[in-house]
């Protein structure tokens, strides 16, 4: 089993460009997630899935949109990305127990944005 | 909403002694932790949880971590670490049906 996989793995935006990052998973999980990981400030949740068709905000959601059209995929786009931007960022999957069973996470995004 | 303090950012070991990573929580009627591991280039991982039960949890990799509500923490420990441990260690609550996590802290071992 593939687990969590995120493309691509590295990408450089200039300013004001636009794109998507795409996470799949092969568990058939419930619960999808997006965090971005900056130093200092650990993990903090961008947006969040609990089943095909949803999504709900997290804590830091400005700039970021999200779409959850197939259980497997879930897609975190940035409109018109700014160098704040600039970070590694995860996707994550879990069963539906409400962050009780474990988080399964991709190997991370390096975004940076000049 | 609930959250974590990790009090330490680096800690700096030789390999074959103890460790322990300390991380403190906002105090709740009932409280889910965690500590996940990160190795370089990788995701997350779960070390160990606490849900109920016994205040002393065991993990893989020969972690453990003690619950204690009067002091609020849930601090991570290891006897002897290995240059296999320096990672990025995370501890995480439950809040709200999602996971907060802590700063982080990051190990590195020494030969």
């Known amino acids: 089993n593939a687990g969590v996989t995120q493309t691509p793995k590295f990408r450089v935006l200039k300013t004001g460009q636009s794109m998507t990052l795409l996470c799949a998973q092969d568990m058939n999980h419930e619960y999808m997630y997006w965090y971005r990981q900056d130093p200092g400030m650990g993990l903090r949740l961008i947006h969040y899935s609990v089943g095909e068709g949803t999504t709900a905000k997290g804590e830091v959601p400005d700039g970021y949109n999200v779409s959850r059209l197939k259980k497997q995929n879930f897609l975190l786009g940035l409109e018109s990305a700014a160098p704040s931007q600039t970070s590694v960022y995860f996707c994550?999957?879990?069963?539906?127990?409400?962050?009780?069973?474990?988080?399964?996470f991709g190997n991370g995004t390096r975004l940076t944005v000049t | 909403a609930q959250s974590v303090t990790q009090l330490d950012s680096q800690v700096p070991v030789f390999e074959e002694a103890p460790v322990e990573l300390r991380c403190n929580y906002s105090?709740?009627?009932?409280?889910?932790l965690f500590w996940y591991v990160q190795y370089p280039n990788q995701g997350l991982q779960l070390l160990l949880k606490y849900l109920s039960g016994s205040t002393l949890v065991k993990g893989i990799n020969g972690f453990e971590a003690e619950f204690n509500k009067s002091q609020t923490s849930f601090h991570l420990r290891k006897p002897s670490v290995h240059i296999s441990d320096t990672a990025e260690y995370f501890c995480a609550v439950r809040n709200d049906y999602k996971l907060s996590f802590g700063a982080g802290t990051t190990v590195t071992v020494r030969a």
């Open positions: 994550a999957s879990s069963y539906p127990t409400g962050g009780l069973s474990p988080l399964h």
């Open positions: 105090s709740s009627v009932s409280v889910y």
